[in-house]
């Protein structure tokens, strides 16, 4: 679009509580309404296209499109089509625990020739702890860096996966793409870049 130019912007989110609230509960519906809210609010605002950041939220994706007034992109898909398009076969999903263990990504999957895993029981519970505790308030430490950099290297050791897809919009804060040993999906950044190709279309 030129110089110092991008699509029309807005944004409108509830507070995380409401969201988590109804995720424990495993109300997914509620999800949905919330979601479709936004979406309600942001298509009055003059908004053509929607997108969510939060992978977990997206296990009520399909509820969402049936309120939705506008259109909206899956992040999974967006991850999944960088994966179709690089030629992996094997991914390694990380994220928080509830994310590991939902139908988010593996539905996407379902459909391609390319497998997925997810990180042992035992990392799930502390990637979580990490993610939760540490970096949804902003905490970034050397250990926290290090155990998910050995989460990562059992990974590449016991499941050979040959991409590592960040499933967690904070993940990237302790994940260094330069140095990590599988090529990096980053979730947020793929739906970001599907968002923008959408919208210039």
């Keep these: 679009m030129g110089e110092y130019f991008h699509p029309e912007v807005s944004l409108h989110n509830h507070a ?16 949905a309404r919330l979601l479709a809210s936004s979406a309600q609010k942001l298509a009055r605002a003059g908004a053509e296209l929607l997108i969510c950041p939060d992978n977990l939220v997206h296990q009520a994706f ?12 899956h992040i999974a898909t967006a991850v999944v089509r960088e994966a179709q398009a690089r030629g992996y076969r094997r991914l390694a999903i990380l994220g928080t625990r509830a ?5 988010v990504y593996s539905d ?6 390319i497998e997925h895993c997810t990180a042992s ?4 519970i502390e990637l979580d702890a990490i993610i939760r505790a540490e970096l949804g308030s902003g905490k970034l430490t050397s250990r926290s860096r290090q155990r998910i950099s050995e989460v990562i290297a059992r990974l590449v050791s016991d ?4 991409a590592l897809v ?36």
Excluded at 18 to 29: C, H, I, N, S
Excluded at 121 to 124: H, T, Y
Excluded at 159 to 162: G, K, R, T
Excluded at 170 to 199: F, G, I, K, N, Q
Aim: with cysteine.
């Design 166 to 201: 960040l499933g967690c919009t904070e993940l990237s804060l302790l994940v260094a793409w330069d140095r990590a040993p599988l090529p990096v999906l980053d979730s947020t950044r793929l739906l970001a870049r599907a968002a923008l190709r959408a919208a210039l279309e």
């Design 99 to 103: 994310l590991m263990e939902s139908p």
């Design 121 to 124: 029981l035992d990392d799930r």
């Design 108 to 113: 996407q999957l379902a459909v391609t020739n």
């Design 159 to 162: 499941q050979q996966c040959d």
């Design 16 to 31: 995380l509580g409401d969201y988590m609230r109804l995720v424990r509960e495993q109300d997914w519906e509620g999800v």
């Design 62 to 73: 399909a509820l969402l499109e049936a309120q939705s007034p506008i259109p909206c992109l």
